[in-house]
């Protein structure tokens, strides 16, 4: 879709939403490149309010014909909405398009919120003590989300209590989008899911979810996060399932700094800012989730390539699979 | 084995008319041109060794099937037990073949019993698993547009 076309589009979106004595304005509309699994497009909209002319940056995330990921627009929409309410910092959420019938995809409107997104900051050129106190804070960062009361925000009418079984509901969930998706047999991972069906966890406690935390989806100003962004993985569950994420080897080099900042550095951080005991066996059982969710993402992605809804090619590659493969291993040895 | 190179040359179809359809030459046309090029090096890189490769991956999962079936007779490689004149020359056939005999593998995962011969058959797989993801010419890592070469896996 051309510049004009969503211009054109948000313009009749926001005479719908806001009235036809709003006439709205959109202007400066711009694709960003980043964000890999939405479309996403920055603009500033400027509307008449009972006299007076309200001006906002905002940013529309539309569905991709296809990707990685395929989440529900609608679900996003409503845990930004439970979240406005809450401690989290995410972003302030404005209008849902649930189906797409006026932007063309599902989207949904936020306010573009201020500050800078780098992945890799934490490995960047800051002095390491700046850069140490910046993980620190993202581990604080993530407590507060798993500390966020869920059932008060509402967030228990957007999503099931998984309760004791939420890695079990969890691996059959991304075991079931990997058949929905597979073009072809992957042994690999079969080997994977019978190790993990068989020693998986019983979860410590239902916290919020983030589900894909990562310092990408953090906006920073200067060095302090102020929003955490991207949603549309999130769901009630374990908090070790974060922790999972954030530690998997094929994360390192956005979470943790080598000698500074390492995975037990991160982990006892997390326990004194919640109180909470971490059964490092649990996080490493989510190690090996977060990779096999990752392989289940990129055959997702060769699906959507090789059906042409997507021009970047995925595919589950050899360091997932033979990292997967290595912690499976390690989980099922222990389990003896 | 997917993706086909019908189906990738079909992506960089795709591609190049985005970018030419595109009267000033923005951030998404310079990007659908970066993805081009980097699928043609892979396409370069890759097809040579492809053949090979499937060949002599048939050869070691029909030979490991052919052990385990001793323990599940379904595991039985299908006719031709080892290797056609065909599937030997036509990477369409070898690839056919190919997802035959992964698709076995991924069966003896679960037929294999639950116990210490089971248990050893599973690991033989395994092994040859690990073996093969170092030597696929499929698995090779295609550069994001103006990513550098830190790690990023989603």
Not at chain 2, 50 to 74: I, K
Not at chain 2, 92 to 101: G, H, I, K, Q
Not at chain 2, 122 to 149: C, E, K, M, S
Request: proline content about 6%.
């Amino acid at each position: 879709m051309s510049e004009g076309e969503i211009s054109s589009r948000l313009e009749s979106f926001l005479g719908e939403r806001l009235g036809p004595s709003s006439r709205p304005r959109v202007d400066n509309v711009e694709r960003v490149a980043v964000g890999r699994s939405r479309e996403n497009w920055l603009f500033d909209a400027s509307w008449q309010q009972d006299g007076v002319e309200v001006r906002e940056s905002l940013i529309v995330r539309r569905d991709p014909l296809g990707g990685l990921l395929e989440t529900d627009r609608a679900v996003e929409y409503a845990v930004l909405a439970a979240l406005e309410h809450t401690a989290v910092p995410a972003p302030a959420v404005r209008w849902l398009d649930a189906h797409g019938v006026e932007l063309g995809r599902p989207s949904l409107v936020m306010v573009r919120e201020a500050g800078e997104c780098d992945y890799f900051v934490l490995n960047g050129d800051w002095a390491l003590s700046k850069r140490v106190e910046l993980a620190r804070r993202l581990c604080a960062l993530l407590a507060t989300v798993h500390q966020a009361d869920w059932r008060r925000a509402g967030l228990g009418e957007v999503f099931e209590d998984p309760g004791l079984d939420a890695a079990t509901i969890e691996l059959a969930r991304w075991e079931s989008i990997l058949r929905r998706d597979q073009l072809e047999p992957y042994p690999e991972l079969e080997l994977a899911l019978r190790g993990l069906r068989a020693t998986a966890p019983a979860a410590a406690r239902t916290v919020l979810v983030h589900g894909d935390f990562k310092v990408g989806n953090v906006l920073l100003q200067g060095d302090i996060p102020t929003t955490l962004l991207d949603w549309e993985l999130a769901h009630l569950g374990d908090p070790h399932e974060d922790l999972g994420w954030i530690t998997q080897p094929l994360r390192t080099r956005e979470h943790l700094i080598a000698g500074a900042w390492q995975r037990q550095d991160l982990l006892a951080y997390y326990e004194e800012l919640t109180g909470w005991t971490v059964d490092h066996r649990a996080v490493r059982w989510w190690n090996a989730l977060a990779c096999f969710k990752t392989a289940v993402m990129q055959a997702s992605g060769l699906r959507a390539y090789v059906e042409g809804r997507c021009d970047e090619l995925y595919q589950p590659t050899a360091v997932v699979l033979s990292t997967l493969a290595d912690l499976v291993d390690e989980l099922v040895g222990e389990a003896g | 084995m997917q993706p086909t190179v019908a189906a990738q040359l079909r992506a960089i179809q795709r591609l190049v008319q985005e970018a030419r359809a595109d009267p000033v030459l923005g951030v998404a046309a310079a990007q659908a041109l970066t993805l081009a090029a980097a699928q043609l090096r892979r396409l370069e890189g890759a097809e040579a060794t492809r053949l090979p490769f499937l060949v002599e991956d048939n050869v070691a999962m029909a030979a490991l099937l052919a052990d385990l079936a001793v323990l599940v007779p379904d595991l039985a490689p299908p006719d031709p037990p080892l290797l056609s004149p065909e599937a030997v020359t036509s990477e369409a056939a070898a690839a056919r073949r190919n997802v035959e005999l992964r698709q076995l593998l991924a069966q003896a995962v679960y037929l294999l019993p639950d116990d210490d011969a089971g248990d050893a058959g599973r690991t033989r797989v395994a092994q040859l698993l690990r073996a093969r993801l170092g030597r696929n010419p499929a698995l090779n890592r295609i550069p994001r547009p103006g990513a550098d070469q830190r790690e990023s896996h989603d």
